[in-house]
């Protein structure tokens, strides 16, 4: 019998293709109709062009091992199965071109370099950094150092419960480096506010990231689009490796076939009607976001579904900017926010070129620092706030996009769910599994990486199960 696995996003995906990986069959179901979730391909409209881009942003560094692995799997051409995943910063020889750009961090401002990254392991690497940067004081960048130290010498643990802002203050950090820097970076790695965003998990971030060796850091842009980065190889990759895929198919509700938990039936409806109808699984792993996966999941384990129903969402907007004329956008630019004024942007990412149209995107995250201002005027504001912050012609042409539930904020009262919760409701749930940033095992935040990470976690704990069901050969 093969593995279902409930959800095409990212975690869906990749524990598909560990499950692939290791001989197992896997049918995989998908409401949407295109792969992805919350990070997929989408046509937007930008002035008299349509092209395509993203629903959203997602800041890939580095230290996402899990992504980066994944991404190397199903990038390899055809055939080639066993060889490894592109190098750090180009494509091995013979191999297709590694399908995202990799650069050193290297954070711009409206006033300058604010902090930049050396080739230096851990700490020395951003200590390095900072002797060339001049929009911090001497002051500042001695409270980073300080507080950098500080978090590896205690491990970067002990500070669950706290919020970012009381972390900060226990470790004084001064407040123009709070607003130049960490309330900036916390925005992007946790969408929540520091006044409310758990500090363990922001340490963790930190660890992985300006704590670690010298590429955790790097920027990974995708060369396209993030749907082209992974979702859409990663289903090519699996319908050639024998995996059965379903789009446009709603689960609409999972159960087990018999009083031990040794198979799942599955109830889903695709275009053509009733899918996968009486066939059973030998596992199943629910790769859906939390209020689906509770829905799923309220007769089976009603426990881990109230957990599930305790998790918060907050909004991204991006704002698409379009010239004609190449304006010359660093990498990654961090803007200067000031809602008195309108300007709710916080990071620009360069996206290239498509169709005559040299594309930005800005990131507003935290629904509230934004209020109700409609899109229209949203995409006014930001282009207006770009222009003047970064002395840019203005935008000849904008396009919002909103995801009302694009993440879940990062409280340090968020519940803790493993993969494995399920299980911990009765010996019969042993083969139901979740997978999702939400059921990350490593404390991440609502990542891709948090995504992936559950996603091969959950593959691989079924794939131990099925081992020792089937016994030694």
Same mark, same amino acid.
């Given at each position: 019998m093969s593995v279902a696995v409930v959800g095409g996003g990212w975690a869906g995906?990749?524990?598909?293709? %560990?499950?692939?990986?290791?001989?197992?069959? @896997?049918?995989?179901?998908?409401? /949407? $109709? *295109?792969?992805?979730?919350?990070? =997929?391909?989408?046509?937007? *409209? &930008?002035?008299?062009?349509?092209?395509?881009?993203?629903?959203? *942003?997602? #800041?890939?560094?580095?230290?996402y091992s899990e992504c980066l692995r994944q991404i190397g799997r199903v990038s390899r051409p055809a055939g080639d199965l066993a060889g490894a995943a592109p190098g750090p910063r180009q494509s091995a020889a013979g191999r297709s071109p590694a399908p995202f750009l990799r650069t050193r961090m290297h954070i711009a401002t409206p006033d300058?370099?604010?902090?930049?990254?050396?080739?230096? $392991?851990?700490?020395?690497?951003?200590?390095?950094?900072?002797?060339?940067?001049? @929009?911090?004081?001497?002051?500042?960048?001695?409270? &980073?150092?300080?507080?950098?130290?500080?978090?590896?010498? =205690?491990?970067?643990?002990?500070?669950?419960?706290?919020t970012v802002s009381q972390l900060l203050a226990r470790f004084r950090q001064p407040e123009p480096l709070v607003r130049r820097l960490w309330e900036p970076l916390c925005i992007a790695a946790m969408n929540t506010e520091i006044g409310a965003a758990c500090a363990q998990t922001f340490v963790t971030v930190l660890r992985d990231s300006l704590g670690a060796g010298a590429d955790a850091s790097d920027f990974i842009t995708p060369v396209s689009t993030l749907g082209a980065l992974f979702p859409e190889p990663a /289903?090519?990759?699996? *319908?050639?490796?024998?995996?059965?895929?379903? #789009?446009?198919?709603?689960?609409?509700a999972i159960a087990p076939a018999d009083a031990t938990g040794s198979a799942w039936r599955v109830q889903a409806t695709g275009p053509g009607g009733a899918v996968a109808d009486g066939e059973e699984f030998a596992a199943l792993i629910m790769a859906v976001p939390p209020p689906n996966a509770a829905r799923l999941l309220q007769e089976l384990a009603?426990?881990?579904a109230a957990r599930l129903g305790e998790f918060e969402f907050d909004t991204i907007a991006t704002v698409y900017l379009g010239w004609r004329d190449d304006p010359g956008l660093m990498p990654v630019t961090m803007l200067a926010e000031d809602a008195g004024r309108g300007h709710f942007g916080q990071w620009l990412f360069a996206r290239g070129a498509q169709h005559g149209w040299h594309v930005g995107a800005v990131v507003v995250s935290a629904q509230g620092r934004r209020a109700a201002v409609v899109p229209s005027e949203l995409a006014r504001q930001v282009a207006a706030q770009a222009a003047e912050q970064l002395r840019l012609p203005l935008a000849s042409a904008?396009? @919002?996009?909103? %995801?009302?539930?694009?993440?879940? =904020?990062?409280? $340090?009262?968020? $519940?803790?769910?493993?993969?494995d919760a399920c299980t911990q409701e009765g010996a019969r749930l042993r083969r139901l599994w979740l997978a999702g940033d939400h059921a990350c095992p490593d404390r991440y935040p609502a990542t891709l990486e948090g995504a992936v990470r559950s996603g091969v976690a959950a593959a691989r704990g079924v794939a131990e199960l099925l081992a020792l069901a089937t016994g030694p050969a």
């Amino acid at each position: 019998m093969s593995v279902a696995v409930v959800g095409g996003g990212w975690a869906g995906l990749a524990a598909a293709a %560990e499950l692939t990986d290791r001989g197992i069959g @896997v049918t995989l179901f998908e409401a /949407a $109709p *295109q792969w992805g979730g919350r990070a =997929r391909r989408c046509l937007v *409209q &930008l002035g008299d062009t349509e092209i395509a881009l993203d629903n959203g *942003q997602h #800041l890939m560094l580095g230290a996402y091992s899990e992504c980066l692995r994944q991404i190397g799997r199903v990038s390899r051409p055809a055939g080639d199965l066993a060889g490894a995943a592109p190098g750090p910063r180009q494509s091995a020889a013979g191999r297709s071109p590694a399908p995202f750009l990799r650069t050193r961090m290297h954070i711009a401002t409206p006033d300058g370099v604010l902090l930049r990254r050396t080739s230096w $392991p851990g700490t020395a690497g951003v200590i390095g950094g900072l002797l060339g940067t001049g @929009v911090l004081s001497a002051g500042e960048r001695w409270a &980073l150092v300080r507080f950098l130290v500080a978090l590896r010498w =205690r491990g970067w643990h002990g500070f669950d419960g706290l919020t970012v802002s009381q972390l900060l203050a226990r470790f004084r950090q001064p407040e123009p480096l709070v607003r130049r820097l960490w309330e900036p970076l916390c925005i992007a790695a946790m969408n929540t506010e520091i006044g409310a965003a758990c500090a363990q998990t922001f340490v963790t971030v930190l660890r992985d990231s300006l704590g670690a060796g010298a590429d955790a850091s790097d920027f990974i842009t995708p060369v396209s689009t993030l749907g082209a980065l992974f979702p859409e190889p990663a /289903a090519d990759w699996l *319908q050639r490796h024998g995996a059965r895929l379903n #789009l446009r198919t709603t689960v609409r509700a999972i159960a087990p076939a018999d009083a031990t938990g040794s198979a799942w039936r599955v109830q889903a409806t695709g275009p053509g009607g009733a899918v996968a109808d009486g066939e059973e699984f030998a596992a199943l792993i629910m790769a859906v976001p939390p209020p689906n996966a509770a829905r799923l999941l309220q007769e089976l384990a009603p426990g881990v579904a109230a957990r599930l129903g305790e998790f918060e969402f907050d909004t991204i907007a991006t704002v698409y900017l379009g010239w004609r004329d190449d304006p010359g956008l660093m990498p990654v630019t961090m803007l200067a926010e000031d809602a008195g004024r309108g300007h709710f942007g916080q990071w620009l990412f360069a996206r290239g070129a498509q169709h005559g149209w040299h594309v930005g995107a800005v990131v507003v995250s935290a629904q509230g620092r934004r209020a109700a201002v409609v899109p229209s005027e949203l995409a006014r504001q930001v282009a207006a706030q770009a222009a003047e912050q970064l002395r840019l012609p203005l935008a000849s042409a904008t396009r @919002v996009i909103v %995801e009302k539930r694009a993440t879940w =904020r990062c409280l $340090p009262t968020r $519940p803790l769910l493993g993969p494995d919760a399920c299980t911990q409701e009765g010996a019969r749930l042993r083969r139901l599994w979740l997978a999702g940033d939400h059921a990350c095992p490593d404390r991440y935040p609502a990542t891709l990486e948090g995504a992936v990470r559950s996603g091969v976690a959950a593959a691989r704990g079924v794939a131990e199960l099925l081992a020792l069901a089937t016994g030694p050969a």
